[in-house]
């Protein structure tokens, strides 16, 4: 007969891909806020480890933390939080009988695709769910439930009110058809703004610490460039002016091209190149 644990959990599920995989791994294992050495799992398309103090710190509060870094909530399917543990399959099934609020209605957010219509089949179809009034909807809810199937038949879950998804584990854009981000260009620009992110203090003041001329070789349709231009550096000493030469033959986004510190030479890199030797 299986058994349930107090623990705390935070993941995040996406696309099968390799690289992306890596990131996150990465991410989440060296983060002050989680705990590998506790627990990790992890497969080409999810990635779940324990939060901080082995697995006792609040997940949502761990989760909140984690999804400051640029690009983390963006690039996920579902983003997670857990607060038990259940020793298979059959185990956890029973204990949704148990936990379910009387009349609640409940969506899912469960990894793997088909362990997610297994809890739904299971919610639909339970007599014991029937007589308290509890069904499943992915709109007008009550409650998220979360589960990821982990190795050998164990189950990370956790059931949080309609407010917790809203606040913390819902990603930006959830149920808006068309969400507008703070960064919202294109994928380069989320790229460029994880990799400034991740400077030091002394780092940024190293790189921008002056006025600084950046060239965005390739800076079509200027996710990079317009970011640059933008750019404010929390610097001591305060802000630098940054000035972008953007080359590509192709045309820049209007925003990025009319911005005062923008200029673009459109033309391949080698001809811009050759001019310059001439």
Known sequence: MGSTTQF?????????NPSLCERYISYLTTSPFTCPSTLLYSSHSCVVVATSKSGTSDPLTVLTSLTLRNGFSRCSGRMFAM?????GLDAFFRELENHLPLGSIVRTHAHPKDFAQDILNYIDTGEVFKQRNVSSSPTGFTHLLAAVQLDNERVGWGLYTIDQYRDTIA???DGDRSPNFELNFNRAELKIAEAVQLLSLEECETVFGDDLLAVDVGAAPGGWT???AEYQCKKKTGPATISVIAIDPAELDPKVANLDNVVHLQHKAEVVSREEEA
């Open 8 to 16: 705390n959990l935070v993941g995040v599920s996406f696309y099968e």
């Open 83 to 87: 607060e038990k543990v259940t020793e």
């Open 171 to 173: 990603r930006p854009g």
């Open 226 to 228: 317009g970011y640059l």
